[in-house]
């Protein structure tokens, strides 16, 4: 299992923008894919974003493709989501998940079997 721990989380209007962070380690870092999913009470769990271990690779849902960018540097040990044009419907707590070594790029959470804690996303105005 990997440690994840997210940052970057707030409050920002409709239309702004926000940069999530993923601060990760463990004894099979660099070589897990990493995902990005996101929660709202009451509701499943949505695979938003994912990046394979080199970053050659990468996946969004319909609902964020062209709004959404991840990214990875394996090197400072992050992984990012780079959020832009954010819409009310955003608002969840986002969550940095990671797979076991050398899994492919997917959506399915039961791919992912190490969760961060969670930062919490608004869009309001």
């Known amino acids: 299992q990997l440690q994840l721990v997210e940052s970057g989380g707030g409050l920002v209007q409709p239309g702004g923008s926000l940069r999530l962070s993923c601060a990760a380690s463990?004894?099979?870092?660099?070589?897990?894919?990493i995902g990005w999913f996101r929660q709202v009470p009451g509701k499943e769990r949505e695979g938003v974003s994912c990046?394979?271990?080199?970053?050659?690779?990468?996946n969004y849902a319909d609902s964020v493709k062209g709004r959404f960018t991840i990214s990875r540097d394996n090197d400072k040990n992050t992984v990012y989501l780079e959020m832009n044009s954010l819409k009310p419907e955003d608002t969840a707590i986002y969550y940095c998940?990671?797979?076991?070594?050398?899994?492919?790029?997917?959506?399915?959470?039961?791919?992912?079997?190490?969760w961060g804690q969670g930062t919490q996303v608004t869009v309001s105005s």
């Open positions: 998940t990671g797979t076991h070594p050398f899994t492919f790029c997917t959506l399915h959470e039961d791919e992912y079997d190490s």
């Open positions: 990046i394979s271990p080199r970053g050659t690779n990468t």
């Open positions: 463990g004894n099979t870092w660099p070589y897990n894919t």
